[in-house]
């Protein structure tokens, strides 16, 4: 860019040197030289990179500054771009070795004008065009911008690389990103899919077995059944038995009836014996009495001793009969009292026994009522059984639409088989009641 002002600008260089006499007239009619100052154009000074670039500005009042220092210094650095003393160049910074040069032919007319060569991107910035001489010192900044379209071009290459660059990216990472997702979905499926059929397959064991449940719950109820007939025959031996036992008890009535005459024969012996006895005791006295007498007597009747001696042996061996008498009808009455007691035992435990035969069929009529109502139990279990087996069939055919009802089927499932446990401890029970049933009628057969 040409900077268009200056001392010797064509545009100003005819009317300013006819003013020029006038100007130093005034200059010298003034009582003392005016200050001095370096001008430079206000607007930026632009160029492209590779092009040549003159920084203009110039002292005012103009005046010749071939004998003046004049510095151009890089603001951004504060380094010396160009320094002239006395029409010698002499040190710069390395960078603008080689491409400056300050104009000469204006130094005359005081202009201050550096050309940099080949500019670059980074010659772009503020420079400082300061001037000294015996008058003064001044100086003025001039901006200069460097740009560069073939970077400013690579630039919006770069920046539209780096968006594509980025929108690729972005792209390849939700696609990487759906993939996976895709992949874990799919992956996801493929176990859902395996957990379904594991599932089935576990339901298809569970029918099997649930099936193999029910037949094994036909036969315990086929065998309570033939129990239960063997029950009910047992029962009818039973009701046979108690009505043996009734007319066991019959006889034994008759027998007790039988054995009371009998007792009151034995107290009416009992009391004719004790008579007797009596009566015997009172007799033996008076033999007694009657002894003393003839003892008295055979004194007085000595005549008579052989007779009475042979009448006293009698009368010894017939004290001796009725004593043999006498202990015989003792231990007939201790035999009789004996058997009295034996019959009475025999009465008390036929009567306990009578007691027990009631008691054992009251036991056995109220386990059979039991086994008649676990028996029904059992069937309503059975066609619970059955109806939750048709269930299972159907939810076979529904496993594809209900797989959110998995987690309630496990459930019913569980519930099953804790019914299925309560129906199972309901069977052991009732093969125990059986088991007692039997162990208790062993003892009344071995006591039969």
């Known amino acids: 860019m040409a900077f268009t002002s200056g001392c010797n600008h064509p545009s100003f260089t005819l009317p300013w040197r006819t003013l020029l006499p006038y100007l130093v007239a005034l200059h010298l009619l003034q009582p003392g030289s005016a200050q ?10 632009t160029a492209n990179v590779g092009q040549d670039v003159v920084l203009r500005c110039h002292l005012s ?21 160009h ?21 000469r032919d204006g130094l005359s007319d005081g202009n201050l004008d550096l050309r940099i060569t080949a500019v670059t991107s980074s010659d772009s ?18 901006n200069l911008e460097v740009s560069d379209p073939f970077s400013m071009i690579i630039l919006y290459w770069t920046v539209a690389l780096a968006v594509i660059i980025t929108l690729l990216v972005g792209s390849f990472v939700v696609n990487v990103f759906l993939h996976r997702k895709k992949v874990a979905q799919s992956r996801e ?28 719950l036909e036969r315990k109820d086929a065998m309570l059944v033939e129990k239960a007939a063997a029950l009910e025959r047992k029962d009818e031996e039973l009701a046979e038995q108690a009505a043996l036992s009734k007319q066991r008890d019959a006889m034994l009535e008759k027998h007790v009836l039988k054995l009371e005459e009998k007792t009151d024969e034995v107290e009416n012996w009992n009391s004719v014996l004790k008579k007797d006895s009596e009566e015997m005791g009172s007799g033996f006295a008076e033999l007694k009495k009657l002894t003393e007498e003839l003892e008295k007597h055979s004194e007085e009747m000595g005549t008579r001793d052989v007779k009475l001696e042979r009448l006293a042996a009698k009368l010894e061996q017939r004290t001796k009969e009725l004593d043999k008498q006498h202990s015989q009808f003792h231990r007939h009455f201790q035999n009789m009292y004996l058997s009295a007691g034996k019959q009475k035992k025999m009465v008390t435990k036929l009567e306990e026994h009578c007691e027990w035969m009631v008691r054992r069929n009251v036991n056995l009529e109220a386990a059979a009522v039991k086994v008649v109502r676990r028996n029904v139990k059992l069937e309503a279990a059975a066609v619970k059984v059955g109806h939750k087996a048709k269930e299972s069939e159907k939810q076979k055919s529904e496993l594809k639409e209900r797989h959110e009802e998995m987690g309630q089927q496990a459930k019913e499932s569980e519930k099953q088989k804790s019914e299925l446990k309560e129906h199972h401890e309901e069977m052991e029970q009732t093969e125990a009641v059986v088991v007692e049933t039997e162990e208790s009628e062993k003892p009344s057969e071995e006591s039969d």
Do not use: F
């Open 125 to 142: 910035g503020s420079y400082s065009c300061a001037v000294q001489n015996g008058d003064g010192y001044a100086e003025a900044v001039v």
């Open 189 to 216: 499926l493929k176990r859902k899919d395996a957990e379904l059929v594991e599932k089935a397959a576990a339901l298809v064991r569970k029918d099997a077995a649930l099936a193999e449940k029910v037949a094994a």
């Open 83 to 103: 320094h002239y003393r006395n029409g010698v160049d002499l040190g710069q910074m390395e960078e603008y070795k080689g491409r400056t040069e300050l104009l």
């Open 36 to 45: 001095q100052r370096v001008v430079a154009p206000s607007l930026r000074v």
């Open 61 to 81: 009042p103009c005046m010749d500054v071939r004998n003046s220092d004049i510095r151009w210094i890089q603001q951004r650095s504060s380094r010396l771009v």
